[in-house]
């Protein structure tokens, strides 16, 4: 079984141009630490595929000379060599180190273009930044944060616990099907999720905390309140999270966006947020902004080839980032324009095809839910409107054609992107 599995993934890597890495470090039960190398593919039939293609022991110390080595062994055993365009790490420094010299080894034996020079071989992984960010703030409420954990771990320790737990809610008359959830400290989405499954208990843990001697840690009325707030606070990151940790879809182009949230609830939050969330923000901007600068050029590169974005959406965003400073704008858009061009140029220059172009069908376009806020996509409409009644000062390359088309309906019911490129490829 296992060898015809993995004849089976080495045909369908071997039928692929390019592939993206993805590595992780995970520790068992047993605190034996593993490395997992994913491969992350798109086929002829234009769907996105993950095969795991290594799980080993990592013994420590796990030094960017170690980690390097482990990446190299697996792209030399699945002989992808010549295939690999990207990889994505969490932000370590030893994995600084280890694409460094992982991309000096493939340097000479890939057959691929650079990709700007190399900037977007080592891809920083999303999900791990917000991950930071998010950590910077809950530092600032680790004692409300810390009760909550103690509160669902006390109700949860013993089966009399329990029960005394239950008994409190049937007093308080709450509807509830599952208990509170505990989390994982090194994943700030399960603290989320705590923080968001205990409020409503919140009487029962009063309650308990009245008649049983042993809960020494229910939160205060502040704590409370401190907790309810930051978890309205946090749910735009833990979207965030959602979306760019998936798997099963492309999600690279979601990442502008996405971030372009964060930023947003951040700028609003100090501006008209509540006094203590705001006392929290200022490490969480100071964590966003160095890691915002590295991601940019990538996340708008990316974006604009979802046509529903394009430059148009991007430059909506950054004039509700930067107000009217035209000049500013411009250089944001010119600069990811000037990227996009040049990304393009290296790698059509490989795939000098030409068929002919189809056309998306209409029929395909149907409402959804809204992936702006309402009152943004109004704005946007306008925008485009406005934008549709200026003469572009653009080539006519194909490239540009695609950039200059109208987008397509940003509320489109079921779209896939790349269903939409399967369709429209040349």
């Known amino acids: 079984m296992y060898k015809s599995m993995k004849e089976k993934i080495a045909n369908e890597i071997a039928s692929v141009d390019r592939i993206a890495l993805m590595t992780d470090l995970w520790t068992s039960s047993n605190q034996t630490p593993f ?43 699945w002989k992808v060599m010549d295939k690999v365009s990207h990889v994505t790490v969490d932000n370590a420094s030893s994995n600084d180190v280890a694409l460094a010299r992982l991309a000096q080894i493939l340097k000479d034996k890939s057959r691929l273009p650079p990709d700007l020079n190399g900037k977007f071989f080592h891809v920083r992984c999303a999900a791990h930044i917000i991950n930071l960010i998010v950590k910077d703030g809950l530092k600032e409420l680790s004692t409300a944060v810390s009760k909550i954990r103690d509160s669902v771990w006390h109700v949860k320790s013993t089966p009399a616990r329990k029960k005394q737990f239950q008994d409190a809610i049937k007093e308080t008359n709450i509807p509830t099907q599952a208990l509170p959830s505990v989390d994982v400290p090194t994943r700030w989405n399960s603290t989320y999720i705590m923080l968001k499954s205990v409020l409503p208990f919140k009487q029962a843990f009063i309650n308990l905390s009245e008649r049983d001697a042993n809960y020494l840690n229910c939160p205060t009325d502040e704590e409370w309140n401190e907790i309810s707030m930051m ?57 966003y902004n160095k890691y915002w600068k590295k991601m940019e050029l990538f996340a708008g590169i990316t974006f604009a080839f979802d046509t529903r974005y394009k430059l148009a959406l ?37 795939h000098n095809k030409n068929t002919e172009k189809t056309s998306l069908p209409g029929s395909q376009l149907q409402p959804k839910k809204n992936v702006l806020e309402s009152n943004q996509e109004m704005q946007f409409n306008e925008f485009l409107a406005g934008k549709n009644t200026e003469k572009s000062s653009w080539g006519t390359g194909e490239l540009d054609l695609y950039l200059e088309e109208s987008t397509v309906p940003i509320d489109t019911k079921g779209f896939d992107i790349l269903d939409w490129w399967r369709i429209n490829s040349l």
């Open 231 to 287: 978890k309205d606070f946090l749910e735009v990151f833990n979207i965030a999270t959602l979306k760019l940790g998936t798997t099963r879809s492309p999600s690279a182009h979601m990442l502008y966006m996405n971030m372009n949230q964060i930023n947003r609830q951040l700028k609003q939050s100090i501006e008209s947020g509540p006094p203590y969330i705001s006392s929290l923000i200022k490490p969480m901007q100071e964590k």
């Open 35 to 77: 490395m997992v190398v994913s491969a992350h593919f798109i086929s002829s039939d234009w769907k996105l595929h993950k095969r795991i293609i290594s799980f080993k022991e990592l013994p420590p110390p796990h030094t960017g000379l170690a980690i390097s080595n482990q990446l190299v062994a697996s792209i030399v055993e």
């Open 314 to 350: 991007l430059e909506f965003l950054l004039l509700d980032k930067l107000g009217s400073d035209k000049n500013a704008i411009a250089t944001c858009v010119n600069k990811i324009r000037d990227g996009i061009c040049e990304l393009f140029d290296k790698i059509s220059s490989r």
